[in-house]
């Protein structure tokens, strides 16, 4: 008989309520029994409020326990869980978990599967087969595929990537580059993080396809300091696919190159920009650029440059397996694909749910979040990072769709969601919006270098009650002049969270006031 | 050349005045050595002297200046962009509690104030036995599972009060 295997999830999130524990319980209560077993330290389901969730291969299918603490573990061994027995924690097959059952995982589908260390087991689940196909294409056919399949930039601003694509293509020059913008820092997202540490190889051959189709031979991954956890998974995926010759001088016997490296940022939220990314791969104060030039005219090293987000390339292997039709079919509108959304903050069921767009809001929140984590009633929800805006109940109805999201003043960016119950002040959180921009502005452009700080006092004084009607004139016009005259998006959308708080949510910025009234 | 000239050129190369102990001095230029190839090298090599010291020294700036035949400003400049970057030796251990509205939602507002008063230090400060800095993060990427924090490189989820409490006992009790 083959060894049971186990699987308990290596995700920094999972780490992070007490993963390593538990897997270091059951191999210790397993030696101890005399029974063999393999431990498999995979992705994470996603399914993040039942973490550490615990999966033993039966005959079946994978069965789920969870959440699993250390105290727990000998008790699953007692009620036979290496045989799929019930138990308090079961949750039965994972497949069949509704949460997961409903989604449609195309970027995400060996995430949670997998051993993201192992190359082998990346192939076993349909692996590389994205980069074959592509080998066997002209470049231009390789940027054709992808614009047809209507995907469009997953780190938030969605512009086609093919046409980005194109554009490198056309570009003569001796060098050029593919870079993979993995500073995720918009509070409410962690999908990147997920698919870099669960399935680091789709991601390299994702970029190893923009390497052929623009004609770049060499690659960088920049990726923020504090996802160590996904640092270590990609060098160890990237070593393996040199090795084992999907990355270097010959991919593949094909006699094309493309060399990969890793770079870590420094906490900095403005290298999330693409051109101040570019600054800071080149050594640089992470100070934005103007555009023009366009970064896929002259991008890094002033070379021509495809920069993208880690979903987006790591969507680009299933375009090239099953064709760009097939990822079209999925989603609404101009939005076409599945958007792997991040249900975050005060919920109850939190986790990772790709779906295809236009799923509306309401759906995620109660069907799938099933309510806020306090028992509260939901007040407020923010979309899209800390420059999304926040949305009140009236707009839960509104489906999964940049377009649909732009024409209330909102925005879907990378995908997270952030929940408030009804303790939440959004005055409070507008003044932290503000206060972020300050924080985190690179200094370049006056409006959002001081408007964020005098954006912080004109909160404080209308909070006050000073001259209240006067100061509300002030922020729209503060807030009007960022969104029309600062350089990048930092400025630019920073207004979107103050002033929707100021529109859905007066009541929070009279509170002082009508306190003060009251005495 | 020397025998064609009249003129002697003598090569210098002025080192810059320095506190570093010989050995901060060989791991800044141990990691210069092996970083300075690299396309855009400054920062790969601000985070190995961080990596190896800690910190990055004021006095590693006109070092690694030299090294890569930039101005101070430059380095400086790079430096004090970063919030990573630090140039006062840290604690023991660097606690990183994430402010991002995420955490928000669910206490790290409160989370952060416990920290800061059973710490008895602000952000950027390190506690008077010198086991704990403690630093703000926008963002850990474990929106679902916060209030989030990381203890040195380790990400610790649904942090409690109490919870914070017991992980700086263990942090202060590991080397």
């Not at chain 1, 770049?216 to 990726?223: D, K, N």
């Not at chain 1, 593949?252 to 800071?280: D, M, N, P, Q, W």
């Not at chain 1, 749910?353 to 099933?370: M, N, P, S």
């Not at chain 2, 602000?122 to 679902?144: M, R």
């Amino acid at each position: 008989m083959s060894r049971t295997r186990i699987f308990v999830s290596r995700d920094a999130a999972a780490q992070g309520v007490g993963a390593n524990q538990v897997a270091d319980e059951i191999s210790r209560e397993a030696t101890q029994r005399g029974i063999d077993i393999e431990l498999v330290r995979n992705g994470s389901r996603g399914l993040l409020w039942l973490e550490p969730l615990v999966e033993v291969e039966t005959a079946a299918g994978r069965m789920a326990y969870g959440p699993v603490t250390t105290d727990k573990v000998a008790g699953l061994f007692k009620a036979d869980f290496m045989r799929g027995q019930p138990h308090a924690l079961n949750l039965g097959l994972t497949e069949e978990i509704p949460y997961l059952k409903k989604q449609e995982r195309l970027t995400f589908a060996r995430v949670g599967v997998t051993d993201p260390r192992s190359l082998e087991d990346y192939l076993d689940h349909e692996g590389y087969r994205g980069l074959k196909a592509a080998l066997a294409l002209e470049p231009a056919a390789i940027v054709t595929m992808v614009t047809d399949s209507g995907l469009r930039g997953r780190g938030g601003a969605a512009f086609p990537t093919g046409i980005k694509w194109k554009t490198v293509l056309a570009t003569p020059a001796d060098q050029k580059y593919i870079v993979c913008n993995a500073d995720e820092g918009d509070s409410g997202t962690y999908s990147d993080r997920m698919i870099m540490e669960g399935d680091p190889f789709v991601l390299i051959e994702g970029m190893t396809i923009a390497g052929l189709a623009a004609g770049a031979t060499r690659g960088f991954i920049y990726l923020r300091w504090e996802y160590p956890d996904a640092h270590a998974a990609l060098e160890a995926a990237i070593a393996a696919a040199n090795q084992a010759g999907y990355l270097g001088d010959n991919i593949l016997g094909s006699g094309k190159s493309f060399h990969l490296e890793v770079r870590l940022g420094a906490g900095a939220y403005i290298c999330g920009e693409e051109t101040s990314l570019l600054e800071s791969l080149e050594g640089k104060r992470g100070q934005i650029r103007y555009k023009p030039p366009l970064p896929a005219i002259a991008g890094l090293f002033a070379k021509p440059t495809v920069i993208n987000n880690v979903i987006s390339l790591a969507s680009v292997p299933i375009i090239l397996d099953r064709g760009a039709e097939y990822y079209r079919n999925y989603g609404v509108g101009r939005s076409r694909g599945t958007l792997p959304i991040q249900l975050t903050g005060n919920i109850k069921r939190g986790g990772l749910i790709e779906k295809a767009f236009g799923v509306t809001l309401r759906e995620l929140l109660y069907d799938y979040g099933g309510g806020s984590l306090s028992g509260r009633p939901i007040r407020a929800v923010q979309v899209g990072g800390p420059l999304g805006a926040y949305m009140p109940e009236s707009q839960f109805d509104t489906p999964l769709d940049y377009e649909e999201f732009a024409k209330i003043g909102a925005m879907l960016g990378h995908g997270g969601i952030v929940v408030f119950d009804d303790t939440v002040d959004l005055a409070a959180q507008a003044r932290y919006a503000m206060e972020f921009c300050a924080i985190e502005s690179c200094g370049k452009c006056t409006p959002c270098r001081l408007g964020s700080t005098r954006g912080v006092e004109v909160i404080d004084r209308l909070v006050a009650g000073q001259d209240a009607a006067k100061q509300e004139i002030v922020l729209r016009d503060l807030c009007n002049t960022m969104i029309q005259g600062s350089l990048c998006a930092l400025g630019g959308l920073t207004p979107y969270p103050v002033i929707s708080a100021l529109n859905h949510f007066p009541q929070d910025f009279a509170k002082q006031r009508a306190a003060k009234a009251a005495v | 050349m020397g025998k064609k000239s009249s003129l002697r050129v003598i090569p210098v190369k002025v080192e810059p005045v320095s506190s570093l102990t010989a050995a901060e001095r060989t791991a800044v230029l141990e990691v210069c050595a092996r970083l300075k190839p690299l396309a855009g090298a400054l920062i790969p090599i601000l985070h190995g002297v961080q990596g190896a010291l800690g910190y990055v020294p004021k006095d590693a700036v006109p070092l690694i200046a030299a090294e890569l035949n930039l101005s101070r400003a430059d380095v400086h400049g790079v430096v004090s962009f970063y919030h990573y970057f630090r140039n006062e030796a840290p604690g023991r251990h660097v606690v990183h509690v994430c402010r991002a509205e995420a955490c928000q939602s669910v206490g790290a507002v409160a989370l952060e104030a416990h920290a800061k008063k059973s710490l008895g230090i602000d952000f950027h400060e390190t506690t008077t036995d010198g086991a704990i800095s403690l630093e703000p993060v926008y963002c850990l990427g474990n929106c679902s599972l916060g209030p989030s924090i990381m203890v040195d490189k380790q990400l610790q989820g649904r942090v409690s009060p109490k919870r914070f409490d017991e992980l700086m006992v263990q942090a202060r009790a590991s080397s």
